[in-house]
Structures are given as C-alpha cells and as structure tokens.
C-alpha cells in the first residue's frame, strides 16, 4: 500500500530542481536579452532624431529591438508574478522587480501596438 511521504499529499506534483536551475537560466537569458534590445531600442531612436533619416533598416531596427523590449519584459513579469503570489505578499504589495518589468511590458506594449502597424503599412 502507498503511503504519500510526510509533508506530500496524493495529489501534489513532486518538486524537480532540474525545473528551478532551466527557469533561472532561462530568466537571466531574458534579462540579458532585455537589456541589449533597450539599449538598441534607444539608440536607434536617437539614431533616427539625429540623422533625420527615414532609412527602412534603421526603422525596422526599431521595430525589431520594440519587439523584443516587449516580448522580454512581458516574459520576466510573467516569472516574477508567478514566483511572488499575491496571497503570499502582504496587503498584495508588488515586488521592485515586478513593478518595473510590468511597467515596462504595459508601455511598450501600447507604443508597439501603434508603431508596428505604421511600421508595417510604410514599407
């Protein structure tokens, strides 16, 4: 007969660390990846003010590097809301991090949703 092991009960999936190491791997791959695309993000926006040139490649390096500022915020708040529940938290109080990478994934996500249209229509 199965007896479950103390603290388990029948129902309850057992924990693998080899989960934990991939999602932490993968969240540092996503911060590196955020970071990179920001910077570009903000170069190329300067890019395009100072040489007041409407060149595709630089447009669609924009749009490229948009993309991935919001496809990455939105991956990394999605972990850091998965690994802080607001029934653990107190008062449902948001973490720095999840403040942030939310905030980001929320405004780009807009500013993506009018550009990559205008983008996609003037090429």
């Given at each position: 007969?199965?007896?479950?092991?103390?603290?388990?009960?029948?129902?309850?999936?057992?924990?693998?660390?080899?989960?934990?190491?991939f999602?932490?791997?993968?969240?540092?791959?996503?911060?590196?990846?955020?970071?990179?695309?920001?910077?570009?993000?903000?170069?190329?926006?300067?890019?395009?003010?100072?040489?007041?040139?409407?060149?595709?490649?630089?447009?669609?390096?924009?749009?490229?590097?948009?993309?991935?500022?919001?496809?990455?915020?939105?991956?990394?708040?999605?972990?850091?809301?998965?690994?802080?529940?607001?029934?653990?938290?107190?008062?449902?109080?948001?973490?720095?991090?999840?403040?942030?990478?939310g905030l980001?994934?929320?405004?780009?996500?807009?500013?993506?949703f009018?550009?990559?249209?205008?983008?996609?229509?003037?090429?």
């Amino acid at each position: 007969m199965y007896r479950p092991g103390q603290g388990r009960g029948q129902g309850q999936d057992i924990h693998r660390p080899d989960q934990g190491n991939f999602m932490r791997s993968a969240l540092r791959v996503l911060t590196v990846v955020f970071w990179v695309a920001a910077a570009i993000f903000i170069l190329m926006i300067a890019a395009s003010r100072f040489t007041e040139s409407d060149g595709a490649w630089l447009s669609l390096t924009t749009g490229i590097s948009l993309v991935l500022v919001v496809l990455c915020s939105g991956a990394i708040a999605w972990a850091e809301f998965r690994s802080n529940p607001a029934a653990d938290s107190e008062q449902g109080e948001w973490t720095s991090k999840m403040l942030f990478y939310g905030l980001v994934f929320a405004i780009t996500f807009f500013v993506a949703f009018f550009y990559l249209p205008g983008l996609y229509f003037a090429l």
